[in-house]
């Protein structure tokens, strides 16, 4: 790199984080998580709003590449700690419940999305027909399960029976998801003489749970620092095993993640350091690849089917879940509006996506768009089911001790 080069880069990932926060403090303000404003930030960055040629000179060709360089370390570490975030416990607690609740919460969009993915098919270019129509029903179906925890934390929620449940629920959707994503690029990326490298996830998977859960195990348990060095090492290294095995390298990072014994500290302050520099530049990368300027009105069509496919599948799904498990009709309707947050989570996944080229960049802006719609509406829907105002009021009780149960 030249000296210019250095110069702007810095520039740039100083802009990027000052306005990330800036708009994340505004979104918060507005009732709503930080990660709209984020997005928000990304979108305004790319084509859409600022012409190409300003867009350019801020953010010129050269420095791009170390930008999404820093974009993907930021992700990196996002998966672990959303892997981290997994809490098996939950999945324990009324399983019938939250299991039952989370079929129908991932199925019903899931089959929606991937019936919408067959008439927009036509009109989209990718490099796989099944793995268009696979990966469209999986990102339509999905809940962003760090945003999730964050709207039921500044509601008073989160260590209730109710925010429990949706906490359980988004882990199992976002596990399936992944799941769904990773079949999605085995069939995209599979060569013939490469396909043997993805039997060496079985391995990879036994190692991390037998071999590296151990060592960690023996981390000393007042040192949180060694544990933060640990968790980025780790998560970067078995991204690039799977990178390398023909997965993505968020698949390594989140099984990192999910390994990482729950007994040592980890510095979160640290992660969340580390996330403050990096992530944004995932937002601005992301969102300079939106662009609305060329949708037209058959766009816009497709833009409110996608979102309308997407939320009432969501809602409804859930709803329904939840009400065959005999649950009220105001928590009911409750977990269905939590259960329609995406996030990051999605743009994630959609980044994924387009990088595969199993969506082109149209549609790719387009699904970012319903990502931040879904996500901005999830606040406003919780509070006019009621909810809210209760547990706000209940929020003092020792609530976060009770399991989930299954309503009788």
């Known amino acids: 790199m030249s000296n210019h080069q250095v110069a702007v880069l810095m520039a740039d990932l100083a802009l990027i984080v000052v306005l990330a926060r800036l708009f994340g403090r505004v979104a918060e303000r507005c009732g709503q998580p930080a ?5 928000t930030v990304g979108i305004l960055a790319g084509p859409t709003v600022l012409d190409g040629a300003v867009s350019d000179v801020i953010f010129p060709a050269e420095v791009r590449p170390y930008l999404q360089v820093f974009a993907a370390i930021g992700v990196v570490v996002f998966m672990f700690g959303a892997g981290l975030e997994l809490d098996r416990g939950l999945l324990n607690n009324g399983r019938r419940l939250v299991l039952t609740v989370s079929l129908f919460a991932y199925s019903l969009p899931f089959l929606l999305g991937c019936a919408l993915a067959v008439v927009l098919l036509a009109r989209h270019e990718t490099v796989s027909e099944i793995g268009f129509v696979l990966f469209l029903g ?7 399960f760090p945003v999730l925890a964050r709207i039921l934390h500044d509601n008073g929620m989160l260590k209730g029976k109710l925010g429990q449940l949706g906490l359980a629920c988004s882990a199992i959707d976002d596990l399936v998801a992944w799941c769904v994503l990773a079949i999605v690029i085995g069939i995209v ?3 013939i003489d490469d396909q043997w ?12 749970r037998f071999l590296v859960r151990p060592l960690l195990m023996r981390l000393p348990t007042d040192r949180a620092g060694g544990s933060l060095l640990a968790a980025v090492a780790g998560s970067l290294a078995c991204g690039a095993m799977t990178e390398w095995i023909g997965l993505h390298y968020i698949f390594g990072a989140f099984l990192f993640g999910v390994a990482f014994p729950r007994t040592r500290p980890v510095d979160m302050n640290g992660v969340r350091a580390v996330s403050v520099l990096f992530l944004p530049a995932f937002f601005v990368v992301s969102g300079m690849r939106v662009d609305l300027d060329a949708i037209g009105g058959w766009g816009l069509a497709e833009l409110a089917a996608i979102i309308a496919v997407a939320v009432a599948g969501k809602l409804l ?15 009911s309707s409750a977990l269905a509006a939590l259960m329609n947050a995406r996030g990051l989570t999605e743009i994630v996944i959609l980044t994924v996506g387009l990088e595969l080229q199993v969506i082109d960049q149209p549609l790719y802006s387009l699904m970012v768009v319903m990502a931040l719609v879904t996500t901005s509406m999830t606040a406003p829907l919780l509070k006019l089911t009621g909810v809210t ?3 706000q009021h209940a929020a003092a009780e020792p609530v976060h001790s009770e399991p989930i149960k299954e309503p009788t």
Do not use: F, H, N
């Open 35 to 39: 990660v709209v404003g984020e997005i």
């Open 138 to 144: 999986a990102a339509i179906s999905v809940t962003a």
């Open 389 to 391: 105002s209760r547990a």
């Open 197 to 208: 490298r993805l039997l060496l996830l079985v391995p990879l998977i036994a190692g991390l």
């Open 317 to 331: 799904g859930t709803y329904l879940g939840a009400r065959m498990m005999r649950m009220t009709k105001r928590d």
């Open 189 to 191: 990326q599979a060569r």
